[in-house]
């Protein structure tokens, strides 16, 4: 959530940068501000003639005034009638905060701004490209899907008849690669520091909306009918609302975790898009990174966030490129992003694999979560990043496809074997 004093204080900057991701009518917002002010106002006036009168009161019956004397009445009549418009506007106050925050919550996080200006996808800017030499030479490599059934390890038409289309059952070799991926993924970054997390995968809707789901992107998410939970998009959600409306201290920072869940999406207005294998499921398995650190080495943090994606693609020796997002494809909570995306043979292209974004205090306003350093008054928002680290069906794609062999098995990742038991699927 953007900062309300930011919006008031820099308009036209707040203003120039939001107009890099679209249109957006602030004043709606500042005119409220200014009505909730007055009445913070109006009300701070009143509470210190309050407590004045209370004052007032408590000395003239010490200095010997009759409790009951037209003095002391007058002036605890005064305190009467201000406590009564006190108990008038505190709720026309609170009434306000609420309609200002109802429409802070569906505006954007602020671009950086490095970040790159532009509409669309197609105004990214590549910033890396590695592991050319990994892709392989095979002309007879068929779509991931393909040799996945051959294989037998994934059947999509029981997947269907289980549930409904954009699910799958994994098989035998197919599950078990599942797993082995995630274990070494997990491995990988509890090694150079995260800590793992395992956390609910049903979250109210408080959680959904502190980090930045609700009340914008509902549509995406599966609810549960009869309670107010839903199914995590991803556990991102999950890991940053262990925090929620907590105060942390600045030793505490900086925060590293990861965590394997399924996530579950709907995938609203993408029909159409990738409906034959793992690509864009509506269930799917992925290890998540998630940052909480001081503002001042949030940048920082991002690139080592990327490094940390990388470092799985690499270890893996599966061919990836970083992306650079313009601001018209920026997440709607990222203040910058960079995707990593993983080379298709099959398509011969190159297909999202980890979107790491730093995102700021834009989570922390909406999940009031804050740290205190020593020896300095008052709190700050922490800043918060998240990485895919990676997603689990994609990387078993980018498997089936860049180490398929001519003979039509597929060869599995060296790193991986001691996981499977065998060297070929």
């Known amino acids: 959530m953007l900062d309300i004093r930011q919006i008031r204080e820099n308009l036209q900057t707040v203003e120039e940068l939001l107009k890099r991701r679209g249109e957006y009518n602030l004043q709606p917002i500042l005119e409220l501000d200014e009505k909730q002010r007055q009445l913070e106002t109006e009300r701070s006036q009143l509470q210190a003639r309050s407590n004045q009168v209370g ?7 010490k200095s010997g005034s009759d409790p009951k004397g037209a003095e002391i009445q007058a002036l605890k009549e005064e305190g009467n009638q201000v406590k009564a ?11 306000l905060k609420a309609k200002i ?37 095979n002309p007879k490599i068929i779509p991931h899907y393909e040799i996945g059934e051959k294989l037998g390890i994934m059947d999509f038409e029981r997947g269907v008849k289980i549930a409904q289309s954009r699910f799958v059952a994994l098989i035998g070799a197919g599950a078990a690669l599942e797993r082995a991926i995630i274990q070494f993924m997990l491995n990988h970054h509890i090694q150079v520091g995260y800590v793992e997390v395992m956390a609910p995968l049903l979250v109210n809707s408080q959680s959904l909306t502190a980090t930045g789901q609700l009340p914008k992107f509902a549509e995406e998410s599966f609810k549960c009918a009869a309670d107010d939970l839903w199914l995590i998009p991803t556990s991102e959600v999950s890991t940053m609302n262990l925090y929620r409306d907590e105060i942390l201290s600045a030793e505490q920072l900086p925060i590293y975790h990861c965590a394997f869940t399924p996530c579950f999406r709907r995938e609203a207005g993408a029909y159409g898009k990738d409906t034959r294998g793992l690509i864009r ?26 490094a940390d994606a990388e470092a799985i693609l690499q270890a893996l020796k599966l061919p990836y490129r970083i992306l650079e997002l313009c601001t018209g494809d920026l997440g709607f909570s990222a203040a910058k992003c960079y995707d990593l995306e993983v080379w298709l043979p ?20 909406r999940g009031n979560i804050r740290f205190k350093e020593r020896k300095k008054k008052g709190t700050q928002y922490v800043h918060a990043l998240n990485g895919s680290g990676l997603a689990v069906g994609r990387t078993m794609a980018a498997i089936l496809e860049n180490y398929q062999q001519v003979d039509g098995s597929v060869k599995i990742p060296e790193l991986l074997q001691p996981y499977m038991g065998r060297e070929f699927l």
């Not at 004052?55 to 019956?61: D, H, L, N, T």
């Not at 297909?351 to 205090?361: K, L, M, P, T, Y």
Request: glycine share 4%; net charge negative; with cysteine.
């Open 101 to 137: 925050e109802a429409l802070l919550l569906p505006i954007p996080n602020l671009p950086s701004q490095s970040t790159p200006i532009g509409k669309t996808e197609a105004e990214n800017i590549e910033v890396k490209r590695w592991g050319d030499e990994y892709i392989p030479q």
């Open 85 to 95: 418009k006190l108990s008038e506007l505190e709720p026309k106050e609170k009434e």
């Open 281 to 306: 499921l509506h269930q799917f398995n992925k290890v998540e990174m998630v940052k909480i650190v001081h503002p001042d080495t949030s940048e920082e943090e991002h690139q080592k966030l990327v």
């Open 55 to 61: 004052k007032q009161v408590g000395e003239k019956i």
């Open 346 to 365: 099959s398509s011969g292209t190159y297909r999202e694999i980890s979107s790491c974004s730093n995102v700021r205090d834009f989570q922390a306003r």
